[in-house]
Each structure stands twice: as C-alpha cells, then as structure tokens.
C-alpha cells in the first residue's frame, strides 16, 4: 500500500497538471472568440463568390468551359487536401479529420484511382506519414499566427499550378466545418473542378458582361480557390480552439475528480495509521 | 434625389462597408464607371484604383483597392475586391511598396498570362502615384 508520502506527491503532481489544463483552457476560450469572429467575417465573400460564379457558370457551358470549371472529364487521378491544426491537445478534433481523409482516401485506392496527398498542418502531415508517405505532394505548416490571405495564397497557387499542368482530375479538400463551439465536423468537399450550386428558383437574372464571361471567369476561379483554402483554414482555427476548449476543460474537471479521491483515500490511510499507534499504546499499558 | 443604391465592399477577411449611397465610381476593366440606382445588371473585373462613395449615410469616402470585381444590378452593387485599404491609409510609400511587388511579379512571371497581367497591375498603380 501506497504511504501517506507518496500520495500527497501524487496529490501535487495532478494539481499543477491541472492548473497547466485550465491555464489552456482559458487560453483556448479568449483565442475562441477572435477566430470565431474571423471566420464568420470571411463568410460574406466566400458567399457571394459563390453566388456570381454560379451565375457566370450557367451561361458558360460546354467545351469553351474553363478547366477549373469543367474539370479534365476524367475522374482518375485525385489530389487530396487535407487541412488539419498544427497542435494538439483539442481531443478528437484532428484525429476526426484524420480519420475522415483515411477513409476518403482508402475508397478512393479501392476504386483503383490514383490518389496524391497535400497536408497543411503538421497534425495532418504527422498522422498520416506512416501509411501514405509516398503519395505526399507538399505540406505546409499553419504557423502560429491567425490564417491569412498570406497563407492561403501559396498554397492555392500550387494547387493551380499542379491543376493546370494537367497531373490531377479532380481536387478535393478536407477539413473542419466549424458549426458551433460544441460542434465541428469534420467534411470533404470537391473543390476542382468547382461546385456549381443549381438554383431552383426561376431564371438567373441576365447579366452584362464586362469585358467578358469567360475572362471574368478565368479571373474569378482561381480567386475562389484561394477564398476556398483561407475560409477552410479559418474555420479549422475557430474548431480548433473550441475543441481545444471543450477538451481542457473536460481534463481539467477529470483532474479534480482524481484530487478528490486522492485525498480522500490519503486520509483514510493516515487515519488508519493513527488508530493503529493508538492500540498499540493502549495494549502496551494495559499489559503492564 | 432618386433612389439610393445599397454598397457593399467586401474582402476575403471581412465585411469593410455596407451601406446606402447616391454613386459609387469604380476603376472598371474597361474604364471608370459611375453606379446609381437602377444601373443594369452587370458583371466586371476591377484594375487597381480607388472606389469613390457619394452621398452614403456618412461622409463620402474612398477606397483603394487591388483587383476584384464588381456585380452590379439595379438595387445592389457588391464589390469584391481581393484588397481594399481606405484611402485615408494610402500615400506615396504604400503605392511604392505595390509598384515593386508589382514589378517582382513581372520578373517572376512564368505564362504569358500572369505577366501580362502584372504589367497592367504597375501601369495603373503608376499612373495612381503620378496622380497623387
């Protein structure tokens, strides 16, 4: 059995891992908000992108269509985006997507296709070195920062580079969608060839065009995949300190629990200890 | 005074500007264009340039922006531009500082098409400077 000592060692070491978690936790709840914010403020653009190059796509059809719009034709070769955070310590929150990409991916080889791999965040680039090393194309790292423009760009850029030398058929990205702060689910959307959403209601107003459709588009599209990756990035820090939130706090709550027990049975052992002194003083004088 | 038409101004991190204004002027693809209530529909890219307000629900204001494009229809314009800075922000060394990026890019080009795109991004971030 474990000496009064002993315990009351075991007793600090759980506390100051508990003022670590709550530290983090306070931390992940103030960093919440700002991210928060920031990803609901970039939705505006990401919205309305959305909108006009469905408008502009309806009337842009056919072979003269863009690549990124049209995609290759074929659906051989995928490019797979994963987006993950570059720390730990948010509970299943990178595993979740992890896990998603896994199974995307493994579909995607049990189908015969050729699948390559991007990673952004080091979680996602660290978990899924073991098995799919070889298929890396490019990782990137988050950084400590709060995701930008800055960052988006490059990797966007190489996404269109790649694209555009003809390599891939269909890109896909993956990653957290930040729905509330006790929610983030992690999902797969296409982002080459675009998603174009179809309007049920009545025709697309008709539009002028300056200088024309199809510059207009060839501008916009690349645009979109940046808008794309910053808002996929943005979402993914806003999940991330949720998580991270959501975790600590369940850490720190474990850690009081432990402390509670601990002590509890540290007294009883020191009690015990005492009482046997005390009939061991008792019997000795009554011996006598 | 007619109808107002209802601005917005957006970058890809956030909201900058929505509100009810008489014109707005933007630096189109194809030359400078004032928008008022009931313009017809259309669609444009932006060169780099200032976006004029008159007449919003504050003061008239100004704002450099960076490319983008503007939809347009007769109640609403949107403007989506890839940077847009207030004009109050902007003098002669930021517009310096654009210019040599721009002219980075030029040298950095690898098709045709972005080159020829920069290009066009330090003639009109040049003539701004000239004018300023």
Same mark, same amino acid.
Request: aromatic share 4%; charged share 25%.
């Given at each position: 059995? /474990? ?5 009351? =060692? ?12 709550? /530290? ?17 403020? /970039? ?14 796509? @309806? ?23 994963? +987006? =993950? ?21 493994? @579909? ?28 890396? +194309? ?59 959403? =179809? ?10 065009y300056e200088p024309d ?28 300190? /949720? ?8 850490? =720190? ?36 | ?13 956030? *909201?900058? *500007?929505?509100?009810? !204004? ?11 264009? $004032? ?13 780099? $340039? ?5 007449? $919003? ?10 490319? $983008? ?7 609403? *314009?949107?403007?989506? !531009? ?5 004009? !109050?922000?902007?003098?002669a060394a930021v517009l ?10 030029? *040298? ?18 040049? !003539?701004m400077r000239a004018g300023?």
């Open positions: 059995m /474990a000496s009064v000592k002993d315990m009351r =060692t075991r007793i600090g070491s759980v506390k100051s891992t508990q003022k670590i978690t709550k /530290a983090l936790q306070m931390v992940a709840a103030a960093k919440l908000r700002r991210s928060q914010q920031a990803a609901e403020s /970039a939705r505006p653009y990401a919205e309305r992108m959305t909108k006009v190059i469905a408008n502009l796509a @309806a009337g842009v059809s056919g072979p003269s269509a863009p690549l990124l719009l049209a995609g290759t034709g074929k659906d051989q070769r995928h490019l797979v985006v994963v +987006v =993950t955070s570059d720390r730990g310590l948010a509970g299943g929150f990178n595993s979740g997507i992890v896990r998603l990409a896994r199974e995307h991916i493994a @579909a995607l080889l049990g189908q015969g296709k050729d699948v390559k791999i991007i990673t952004v965040g080091r979680k996602a680039r660290d978990q899924l070195r073991r098995n799919f090393s070889a298929r890396f +194309v490019a990782t990137y790292e988050v950084g400590l920062k709060a995701p930008n423009l800055e960052l988006a760009k490059p990797i966007a850029e190489k996404l269109l580079e790649l694209y555009l030398s003809g390599e891939y058929d269909v890109v896909t990205l993956v990653s957290s969608k930040y729905k509330s702060v006790v929610t983030q689910t992690p999902t797969a959307r296409r982002l080459i060839p675009a998603v174009v959403e =179809t309007k049920a209601a009545g025709p697309a107003p008709f539009y002028e459709e199809e510059t207009i588009l060839a501008a916009l599209l690349p645009q979109n995949i940046t808008v794309q990756i910053l808002s996929a990035l943005l979402e993914n820090q806003a999940g991330f300190f /949720a998580a991270q939130m959501t975790a600590m706090d369940n850490a =720190t709550r474990n850690a009081g629990d432990l402390i509670n027990t601990l002590t509890i049975k540290m007294n009883r052992t020191r009690q015990a200890q005492i009482t046997k002194e005390l009939i061991e003083i008792i019997s000795g004088a009554s011996a006598l | 005074m007619a109808d107002k038409i209802s601005f917005e101004l957006v970058s890809p991190e956030r *909201l900058l *500007l929505s509100e009810e !204004a008489d014109m707005v002027t933007l630096p189109g693809a194809e030359g400078d264009m $004032g928008v008022m209530a009931g313009h017809m529909p259309l669609v444009t890219t932006l060169r780099p $340039g200032v976006i004029d307000v008159k007449g $919003g629900s504050q003061s008239d204001r100004r704002y450099f922006v960076l490319r $983008g494009f503007a939809e347009v229809n007769p109640t609403k *314009l949107t403007v989506l !531009a890839e940077e847009a800075i207030p004009m !109050a922000q902007v003098d310096d500082q654009r210019i040599r990026d721009a002219e980075e890019d030029i *040298l950095q080009a690898k098709t045709e098409g972005i080159r020829a795109k920069a290009v066009e991004t330090a003639n009109s971030l040049k !003539a300023l």
